[in-house]
């Protein structure tokens, strides 16, 4: 994830649009919460279930928590959902 954000190890590995399209936001306990809120505030079909931790979470769970990602990152201007994690990790922190 880091190494897109650096435009030297962007060209010399050709980490383009597509490669950023298929990366996830890492979640944990504080994207997790951002997304759940995201999900709340917009009224979005799914409801996140409650935060299981890292250990117990679901392929089914892990799924839903990137589609809700993709969403809130459009709705966010943000054109690939793993950029979510710069502003939902230990928000305000």
């Known amino acids: 994830m880091e190494a897109c954000n650096n435009v030297v190890l962007h060209r010399e590995y050709g980490l383009g649009i597509e490669f950023e399209k298929g990366l996830e936001v890492p979640v944990d306990l504080d994207v997790a919460r951002g997304l759940r809120s995201e999900a709340g505030k917009r009224n979005l079909k799914w409801t996140l279930a409650?935060?299981?931790g890292v250990?117990?979470?679901t392929r089914d769970q892990h799924a839903?928590?990137?589609?809700?990602a993709s969403i809130v990152a459009k709705?966010?201007?943000?054109?690939?959902r793993y950029q979510l994690?710069?502003?939902l990790w230990r928000p305000g922190r």
């Open 75 to 80: 709705l966010w201007g943000l054109p690939f």
């Open 50 to 52: 409650a935060w299981p």
């Open 64 to 68: 839903m928590y990137q589609d809700v």
């Open 55 to 57: 250990v117990h979470l």
């Open 85 to 87: 994690d710069y502003f």
